[in-house]
């Protein structure tokens, strides 16, 4: 199927979940379960965000796999597996803060960063009024706007956001490493959503980010904008992305952030 009717796909499906996500919202949101941690939540509007976009991918892709957060993988027969996110920022939406998306993308071979070729993907932040788009060779775009990163900057002015993960121990060790990173960089920027960050630097409005502990959900359609826009993403050893570390940006910022991670014993 020709990258553009995969695109169309994600984003018609993202638009869709969105709004679902954005109602249910609306509507007042229960927690569900915890996961990892008790803080890391899910939501009954994740589970239902999910269901519809398995639902519909399933009716206009039924020989393709599935991965996603909630509901696991399932296997199918044309090599190409949708790999979803369907309430980016569970912990955002349960506060009513905006940075909160659905995020969908369409990837080649095993549903894994270090090995898949990502196709098409999909971010779409609902209480931001946005959607970004990509697709391999095609560009990213927010609405029909061409994306870019930014410019490279020595590291001491490079905007840079992060992350933190659920589990406590490994909390304590991304702090112990920004506290030194913080002097190092024009500053640091905790927004609560991966695929929303990676989009950022999609967009130019951060210069890099980094995370530790990803999923593929987490990172498949982001990754993809930054790589669209210009941009590369490596984990810590220069390779590919993996759940170790995601770094993102300008290539050669991601170069002097990687190697400050590293010296810093990320």
Known sequence: MPGNELLEIARSVAEEAGALAARLRREGVEVAATKSSPIDIVTAADRATEELIRRRLAELRPQDGFLGEESGAGSGTSGLTWVVDPIDGTVNYLYDLPNWSVSIAVVEGDPDPVTWTALAGAVHAPALGELFTASVGGGAYVGDRRLHVRDAVPLDRALVATG???????????????????????????????????????????????????????????????????????????????????????????????????????
């Open 164 to 266: 933190f993960h659920y589990t406590a121990a490994i909390r304590t060790n991304q702090a112990v490493v920004a506290q030194p990173l913080l002097g190092r960089v024009r500053d640091l920027r905790r927004a609560g959503g991966a695929a929303i960050d990676l989009a950022y630097v999609a967009a130019g409005r951060i210069d890099a980010y980094f995370e530790q502990g990803l999923n593929p959900w987490d990172q498949a359609a982001g990754a993809l904008l930054v790589q669209e826009a210009g941009g590369i993403v490596q984990g810590i050893d220069g390779g590919a992305p993996t759940h170790r570390m995601t770094i993102a940006g300008q290539a050669d910022v991601v170069a002097a952030l990687r190697a400050t991670l590293v010296e810093l014993g990320a």
